[in-house]
């Protein structure tokens, strides 16, 4: 069995380098069985919201176009908004039944040997449980970083007033209060994040409901805060540089539309939207899989920090290896 085969141990402590290593080692082993499934299951939703996002399109420009009335075009682009929001949540909560559901049958089944059907019944038993921690994170989240956003746009607005008069730069607080902005719902929002993903991998893990997972996650966590929030980040910073690798084509020839009023360049328009619109779906499977993947390596370096289940297990294993050691050699002498 090659190197790249052999199972990873996820009793393990890790350090931070230790974690993303084995994250990605796992992704790598596990890829191509984990984007079939992924496709199978996610894919359609996904695709759905692709689809819903070009009729959006469609629409807004046919309604821009021929002058249809504006109570009539909104009620259309809501109602195609509301159906693209439920495809959306649906796709990122099965997503996560999906992947999570992985991560807890991989030590129990071979390389590969895991069935669609096996994720597909583990993602909808957790679904309403997954979509209720969606739900608040998403609400609590935006709630959050409004509220914060708007304080510290007050306090650079009173910085500000402070410093203009003495500096005659009136910039100068606006702008540090519009670090402190960014700086804040960065962290805000990478905070809530590694909540999230943790709960909900506990809650689905250990079989338990959400307030049970949001205790035991404070509870292990000890002083390994630091290493929790950082891995974070840096899966959110890599998720969010694949997301702008695919934008930035699209923001590219938003902008060479502007100035090309050819009527073929509609249906071009049209086209891009859907095969970015899947190249992004691709992406954001990817991407959003590295976050998951990560934070359930992560779980299982803070269980092991607080519990020492894997070191137990080794001791366990290493007196039966003895007594099989000894009873083959009395078997030899006999």
């Known amino acids: 069995m090659s190197l790249i085969q052999k199972k990873i141990d996820y009793r393990v402590r890790r350090d931070f380098g230790q974690v ?3 994250s990605f080692m796992f992704i790598r082993q596990n890829f191509r069985y984990l984007i079939r499934h992924l496709l199978f299951i996610v894919g359609p939703f996904a695709l759905l919201g692709t689809i819903l996002v070009t009729l959006l399109w469609i629409s807004l420009e046919r309604g821009l176009n021929m002058g249809i009335d504006v109570a009539g075009m909104f009620g259309g682009f809501f109602t195609a908004f509301l ?10 909560v099965m997503m996560i039944g999906v992947v999570y559901e992985y991560v807890a049958l991989y030590p129990s089944a071979g390389i590969g040997e895991i069935e669609t059907r096996q994720l597909w019944q583990g993602a909808l038993r957790n679904f309403w449980r997954n979509l209720f921690i969606l739900i608040g994170a998403t609400f609590i989240t935006s709630c959050l970083s409004f509220g914060l956003a708007t304080v510290l746009t007050i306090v650079g607005g009173m910085l500000s007033a402070v410093i203009a008069p003495l500096f005659q ?4 607080g606006g702008f540090i209060g519009g670090v402190l902005v960014i700086v804040t719902v960065i962290s805000s929002t990478v905070i809530l994040a590694t909540v999230f993903f943790m709960v909900t991998f506990i809650s689905m893990f250990e079989r338990t409901n959400v307030f049970n997972a949001v205790g035991r996650f404070f509870n292990i966590l000890g002083k390994k805060w630091w290493q929790t929030f950082a891995l974070q980040f840096i ?6 540089s694949l997301y702008f690798l695919i934008y930035i084509p699209i923001l590219i020839f ?5 100035f090309e009023l050819h009527p073929s360049m509609k ?7 859907f095969i970015f619109g899947i190249l992004f779906v691709l992406v954001a499977l990817f991407s959003f ?3 998951l993947i990560v934070t359930s390596f992560q779980y299982f370096t803070l269980v092991e920090n607080k519990e020492f289940i894997g070191l137990s297990q080794a001791i366990q294993n290493m007196g039966t290896e003895v007594e099989e050691d000894e009873l083959i050699e009395d078997e030899e002498y006999y």
């Open 20 to 22: 993303m290593n084995a």
């Open 83 to 92: 159906l693209y929001f439920v495809a959306f949540m649906t796709a990122i």
């Open 169 to 172: 730069m009136g910039v100068v």
């Open 235 to 240: 899966s959110i910073l890599i998720a969010y």
């Open 254 to 258: 938003r902008m060479y539309q502007l």
């Open 267 to 273: 249906v071009l328009t049209i086209v891009s939207i």
């Open 289 to 291: 899989s590295i976050n």
